[in-house]
């Protein structure tokens, strides 16, 4: 399984990642470097020198040419972050998603967590970019794990850090319903393809589903660890644990997920948050006026 800090060193391989190593603050700075590489194609970005305990990368995934219907062009970023090559047709890689794979829970590796390093439970520390004009340093390419009679699941989120031990969070509607109230829960940043791909495919698509880590592990051989009950990827970059609280609407624009389902807001109040050593997370500068993502 390609985690997200072995998708950077695989892009970085394929002469598809630039390292920014001089001083970029998270407030703006980033998020307009960054949507100015995407609006011209550029590679993806690595910023080696921000405020805060991450450190942020851009464009990972995918970029304006690898998104678009119309061209039909290979998808190199996500095909490579998927173990299926840089040269793996649209076609073939939308019918290696499509199939919806699952891998009982069973049969997949437990370990410990690659986060373990306390930070505190001040949101504001870990440095998150703010991708918009509303001011607010923002969550992107993450994803929420609970816990229901024993069953995990997870579901892609975005928003906002509202105060500093609580965040604003769109997710999808029937994610919530299935949540069914007031729950323990991990936001995660800094995770791999499979990971994201499968909370996308539990959710939003017309069939869902809670068994989210299941098609994770059949995408890949992600491997799992059981947080206070909780089954989340071992290899996410950064973990928020805490708990779901009535939801306050996230301010700013749309994830482009966020077109394919019905939404809604919650917030979470965070008691710990955790790192693995030097983290890295992946952002995308929504304000973007072209399509930035495809995850």
């Known amino acids: 399984m390609t985690s997200f800090r072995d998708h950077l060193k695989d892009l970085a391989e394929s002469d598809d990642l630039l390292t920014v190593s001089e001083p970029i603050h998270w407030n703006e700075e980033a998020a307009t470097i960054a949507a100015e590489a995407l609006r011209n194609n550029c590679a ?14 851009s464009g ?9 219907s119309r061209n039909h062009r290979p998808r190199a970023r996500i095909g490579e972050a998927l173990e ?4 793996h047709d649209y076609v073939g890689l939308l019918d290696a998603l499509s199939k919806r794979k699952r891998r009982p829970l069973d049969q997949v590796s437990f370990v410990d967590p690659a986060a373990t390093v306390n ?3 001040d949101l504001h520390s870990l440095g998150l ?34 105060r500093r031990s609580r965040l604003r969070l769109t997710v999808p509607q029937r994610f919530v319903d299935w949540s069914d109230g007031e729950r323990s829960a991990s936001i995660m940043l800094g995770l791999s393809a499979a990971s994201l791909i499968a909370a996308l495919q539990g959710w939003i698509l017309d069939r869902t589903t809670p068994a989210v880590p299941e098609l994770a592990a059949g995408l890949g051989n992600v491997p799992l660890a059981d947080v206070d009950g909780r089954v989340v990827p071992a290899d996410a970059e ?10 306050d609407k996230a301010d700013g624009p749309s994830a482009i997920w966020e077109r394919a389902c019905e939404t809604t807001s919650i917030a979470v109040r965070t008691d710990n948050i955790v790192t693995r050593s030097s983290p890295i997370i992946p952002f995308v500068p929504l304000s ?8």
């Open 288 to 295: 973007a006026p072209s399509p930035t993502t495809c995850i």
């Open 238 to 247: 950064v973990r928020i644990d805490g708990r779901i609280d009535v939801g």
């Open 44 to 57: 993806a970005l690595r910023f080696e020198s921000t405020p805060g305990t991450v450190r942020l990368a």
């Open 129 to 162: 970019p703010t991708v918009d004009t509303n001011g607010r340093q923002a969550v992107t390419l993450g994803m929420i794990a609970v816990e229901r009679d024993g069953r995990t699941s997870w579901a892609p989120v975005h928003g906002e850090i509202h």
């Open 119 to 121: 930070v505190s439970d």
């Open 60 to 68: 990972v995934y995918a970029g304006p040419d690898q998104i678009s």
């Open 84 to 87: 299926l090559g840089r040269e």
